[in-house]
């Protein structure tokens, strides 16, 4: 079967010879078939590329984000036969919650580890080969899951969740880290927000896929916990396979190594034409319009005043995206679940169904933010946010004054999560690729993501205590960081939709200078000429 993609098939330019005045007419309609082979090629390679990216990166965030929950007693079951074993007498239930406890924070303490590994590995192997390298770990601490319960040792466990935070650390930080700055720096400035929130949706559909296969009839039961946290090396292995296929970041090749002839020959496969001398010459323009320099070092960026927006904005949207409660209203989702009314057997069912809304308003972000801009879905995300846990906190302090508050009090965990889907869960991860240029774009997600990790491993820390102390106002603090990050988007955050980043670094400048608005224009950032960090 032959398909033509739009051309005239043979039989059709046999029958249609021009004639001398239809010469320019057919040149013109081969110029539009070509055209839109190389669009289909285009897609094609950066759909690939996304996907290849997306499933070792974000998607492995997610997935192991949402896979400890299923086997909570059953691992501090094994820690306690465990230590029986060992020593004849059953551990205390206040150690054994100690040393869940100790699970499930080592992955954000190895987060945070792996975050300030990021910079140094975008800088020295490149994007996409730091992808590939990350999945050592990946390697490793699926072994350590899949051997602890034959060796008889929680400690396993622990290392292996280490390890896994190492890696997502490296290559995600919701989307935060080495994927997004990869497929940012790999996409045309018509589509690089759309390829970026692909992020955002990989990691919700990571955590759907965690939560469908921790179901009780599938990996979730007593005896399948290990293969369920080794299951993390399905993922691994698919990048392993894939990725190497793929060009690497352009961008990369031809700022921070000099490589124009690889820089070309990466610009022609993701494009899916040899006409890529525009765009070539805008990466030109950056490259030769400005000093040689160095790549900062994350504390550079809070001494440099010309960074002075882009950091501060960095920290409030990256700080707000993790105090803003949607973490921890996924550990209150069962609790409202029960009490409005599901049985016990079918909350893990609902639980999936919470995933799904992030996963469905991901894909609505990736379809619409060229068309309405990033300002607009980061304000009205918080904005919705701020509405719905207000009213969420109603409806707890009024769940035992009227019968259908349990009700109203789920339709707002379900609003909550589809709001914090619709502009923080995405858009945050784009704004270390935007706001800095070349040379402080690794040391940015570096400190991007040494933030997230921090603020997710004291939200988990302290979130037990905030239940405790503040019962059904406990959401009242986390409306708090919603406004402002609302606040801040309206006022502060520059728009970048459409443009070039040499654009965004001259309209930055201005805002950080606006007494030199007048002035010699601005040359544009520095670039890279050695890989030091």
């Not at 290559?171 to 690089?192: C, D, F, H, T, W």
């Not at 352009?250 to 001398?277: F, K, N």
Request: charge should be neutral; hydrophobic fraction near 45%.
């Amino acid at each position: 079967m032959h398909v033509y993609l739009g051309c005239s098939p043979p039989w059709k330019q046999a029958l249609l010879s021009p004639g001398p005045g239809e010469e320019a007419t057919q040149r013109g309609h081969g110029s539009k078939c070509r055209a839109g082979i190389g669009t289909q090629i285009q897609g094609r390679v950066l759909f690939l590329t996304v996907c290849a990216a997306g499933i070792g990166g974000t998607f492995q965030f997610g997935y192991n984000l949402s896979i400890i929950n299923a086997p909570t007693l059953h691992i501090q079951e094994f820690t306690n036969e465990t230590w029986w074993a060992r020593t004849g007498w059953p551990l205390p239930d206040h150690l054994v919650l100690l040393v869940w406890s100790l699970i499930v924070s080592l992955y954000p303490l190895g987060g945070l580890f792996g975050a300030l590994l990021a910079g140094p590995f975008a800088i020295k192997l490149g994007r996409k080969k730091s992808l590939l390298v990350n999945n050592i770990f990946v390697v490793a601490a699926a072994t350590l899951f899949g051997f602890s319960r034959t060796a008889g040792s929680f400690e396993m466990i622990m290392l292996g969740r280490l390890l896994m935070g190492i890696s997502a650390g490296i290559s995600v930080g919701v989307s935060m880290n080495i994927q997004p700055m990869y497929l940012g720096e790999s996409a045309p400035k018509e589509q690089r927000g759309t390829v970026a929130m692909t992020s955002a949706i990989f990691t919700a559909l990571g955590i759907v896929m965690g939560q469908v296969v921790g179901l009780r009839e599938l990996l979730g039961g007593p005896q399948a916990w290990p293969l369920l946290l080794a299951s993390c090396l399905v993922p691994g292995v698919l990048q392993l396979a894939s990725l190497p296929l793929l060009p690497e970041s352009p961008r990369y090749l031809l700022i921070d190594r000099g490589d124009s002839a690889t820089c070309l020959a990466a610009l022609q496969r993701l494009r899916g034409t040899t006409e890529v001398m525009v765009e070539l010459a805008e990466l030109e323009e950056e490259r030769t319009a400005c000093q040689g320099g160095r790549a900062r070092r994350p504390w550079e960026l809070f001494q440099d005043g010309a960074l002075r927006r882009q950091v501060i904005s960095l920290v409030v949207l990256g700080s707000a995206m993790e105090l803003c409660g949607n973490d921890s209203i996924y550990a209150y989702a069962s609790s409202v679940f029960l009490e409005a009314g599901i049985p016990q057997e079918k909350v893990q069912y609902a639980i999936v169904g919470t995933g799904c809304c992030e996963l469905l308003t991901a894909f609505i972000s990736c379809v619409v933010i060229e068309r309405v801009g990033r300002r607009v879905l980061l304000m009205g995300g918080y904005c919705l946010m701020t509405c719905w846990g207000s009213v969420f906190t109603v409806a707890l302090c009024l769940q035992s004054s009227f019968p259908w508050m349990p009700y109203l009090a789920m339709s707002c965990i379900f609003a909550f999560i589809l709001s914090f889907g619709i502009g923080p869960a995405g858009v945050t991860g784009i704004l270390a690729t935007e706001l800095f240029d070349q040379k402080a774009r690794p040391a940015a997600y570096m400190v991007c993501g040494a933030i997230m990790w921090t603020m997710l491993f004291l939200v988990g820390l302290g979130f037990p205590f905030l239940m405790e102390g503040l019962s059904h106002f406990l959401y009242v603090p986390f409306l708090g960081v919603c406004v402002c990050g609302a606040i801040y988007t309206a006022f502060f955050l520059p728009e970048t939709k459409g443009k070039t980043f040499l654009e965004i670094s001259e309209e930055l400048h201005r805002l950080n200078f606006p007494g030199q608005s007048q002035g010699p224009a601005w040359k544009g950032p520095e670039v890279i000429r050695s890989t030091e960090l």
